[in-house]
């Protein structure tokens, strides 16, 4: 079945670590888009790519890094600069002249 | 900035009544305006799309309302079921141009529909 993969469903980090959080898609997708989710705010843009080896900053992208290695992947690392992490992230992706954005099922990530 | 303003926040309505969410934009280069469905724990699926060259888009007991010169678009859900309970975000966002356009999300509108 074709789609976006995100993983964990759920990830604990310490305060001062840096945690990866997985995008894979077997869309055959050019854009991809990390997107983060807080209660009463809708979803705001971290970063997207529009190619492989390519990307851009969104709205939010301080304390977050990414890489587009392959065009299946886009991993998002919310660094340790990022004071505020705990949130619900989301993947999408969508051809590069599509229209609809597709997303993952959202990786949950929470500071202990 | 907030180019994209949703209301309400929150909305209750009866089984079998019309639940009307809205959604104002500011920026008037944008030209595709989605609406998604989201339910707790997944990610947002696309319910339906309309461009500004038409004012009105229906899918089902889905239905699109377009006002390009008053910078509004409104989602209407006729007949609405228990099963349509869930958070809608409308969005915005540029023709794409062979670049990846992005989308402006609104806050969201968490619906519950009661029996």
């Known amino acids: 079945d074709g789609g976006i993969t995100q993983s964990p469903k759920y990830l604990f980090r310490k305060e001062g670590q840096n945690v990866t959080l997985s995008c894979e898609q077997n869309?055959?997708?050019?854009?991809m888009y990390w997107y983060r989710q807080d209660p009463g705010q809708g979803l705001r843009l971290i970063y997207y790519?529009?190619?492989?080896?390519?990307?851009q900053k969104g709205d939010i992208a301080e304390g977050y890094s990414v890489s587009r290695e392959k065009k299946e992947s886009f991993p998002l690392t919310v660094t340790s600069a990022q004071k505020n992490p705990t949130a619900f992230y989301l993947c999408?992706?969508?051809?590069?002249?599509?229209?609809?954005?597709?997303f993952g099922q959202g990786t949950r990530l929470t500071v202990v | 900035q907030q180019q994209v303003k949703q209301s309400p926040q929150s909305l209750i309505v009866q089984k079998g009544g019309i639940s009307i969410i809205n959604c104002a934009y500011e920026?008037?280069?944008?030209?595709?305006f989605p609406w998604y469905q989201q339910f707790p724990g997944k990610g947002p699926a696309l319910l339906i799309a309309?461009?500004?060259?038409?004012s009105e888009k229906k899918e089902g007991r889905f239905t699109i309302s377009f006002n390009k010169s008053a910078k509004q678009f409104s989602l209407h859900i006729m007949d609405s079921q228990p099963g349509d309970s869930a958070t809608y975000f409308c969005?915005?966002?540029?023709?794409?141009?062979?670049?990846?356009?992005?989308?402006?999300f609104g806050t969201g509108t968490r619906l519950q529909v009661t029996l």
């Open positions: 969005a915005a966002s540029l023709r794409n141009t062979g670049t990846a356009s992005k989308l402006t």
């Open positions: 920026n008037t280069a944008f030209d595709y």
């Open positions: 790519s529009q190619i492989v080896n390519d990307f």
């Open positions: 309309i461009r500004p060259d038409v």
């Open positions: 999408a992706s969508k051809e590069g002249r599509g229209t609809e954005a597709f």
């Open positions: 869309l055959n997708h050019d854009a």
